[in-house]
């Protein structure tokens, strides 16, 4: 079991820009969102949260959740209990600082980021692999500019019974 885990998040780690060691320049991150017209997705998670290896292995497996993630987003892993700088504006601190600086004030959480680094949507806690594409449609349909996350997901399911 653990060495699945492992496997995992190794091929995780693939998937992220910036890897789960080190230093990280979110400013830099937001320059290649607005050269790619992306938007940033910040997972912050700790590897004792079972909720958080969870989401690892079933939502960041998924191929069409890898498929959306690839063409719409840069990804930023923030793993809270590693090591590392992070800088972002005016703001530099470790990961956990940095986490609870943009309001993830609890593991798992998930974050979206536009290109002006202004957080425009997150959510904190587990999500499986239903409940995350809804988020990510809710995200890339850019409708967290006109209706909650709810009335989206009330308009898609009046979709489905039609």
């Given at each position: 079991?653990?060495?699945?885990?492992?496997?995992?998040?190794?091929?995780?780690?693939?998937?992220?820009?910036?890897?789960?060691?080190?230093?990280?320049?979110?400013?830099?991150?937001?320059?290649?969102?607005?050269?790619?017209?992306?938007?940033?997705?910040?997972?912050?998670?700790?590897?004792?949260?079972?909720?958080?290896?969870?989401?690892?292995?079933?939502?960041?497996?998924?191929?069409?959740?890898?498929?959306?993630?690839?063409?719409?987003?840069?990804?930023?892993?923030?793993?809270i209990r590693e090591e590392g700088?992070?800088?972002?504006?005016?703001?530099?601190?470790?990961?956990?600082?940095?986490?609870?600086?943009?309001?993830?004030?609890?593991?798992?959480?998930?974050?979206?980021?536009?290109?002006?680094?202004?957080?425009?949507?997150?959510?904190?806690?587990?999500?499986?692999?239903?409940?995350?594409?809804?988020?990510?449609?809710?995200i890339t349909s850019k409708s967290?500019?006109?209706?909650?996350?709810?009335?989206?997901?009330?308009?898609?399911?009046?979709?489905?019974?039609?």
């Amino acid at each position: 079991m653990m060495q699945n885990i492992v496997k995992i998040l190794i091929a995780i780690s693939f998937l992220f820009t910036t890897g789960n060691a080190g230093d990280i320049d979110v400013n830099k991150l937001l320059n290649q969102a607005k050269e790619n017209s992306k938007k940033i997705l910040i997972f912050v998670h700790s590897p004792n949260c079972s909720y958080c290896r969870r989401m690892v292995s079933q939502n960041f497996q998924d191929k069409n959740i890898l498929n959306i993630l690839k063409k719409y987003f840069i990804l930023l892993d923030i793993d809270i209990r590693e090591e590392g700088t992070v800088v972002y504006k005016e703001f530099r601190g470790n990961k956990k600082e940095f986490a609870d600086h943009i309001g993830a004030v609890a593991v798992p959480a998930t974050l979206f980021m536009n290109q002006n680094s202004e957080v425009v949507y997150g959510f904190i806690g587990y999500r499986n692999i239903d409940e995350f594409l809804i988020e990510l449609k809710y995200i890339t349909s850019k409708s967290y500019k006109e209706v909650s996350i709810e009335e989206f997901n009330e308009n898609l399911e009046f979709k489905k019974d039609e």
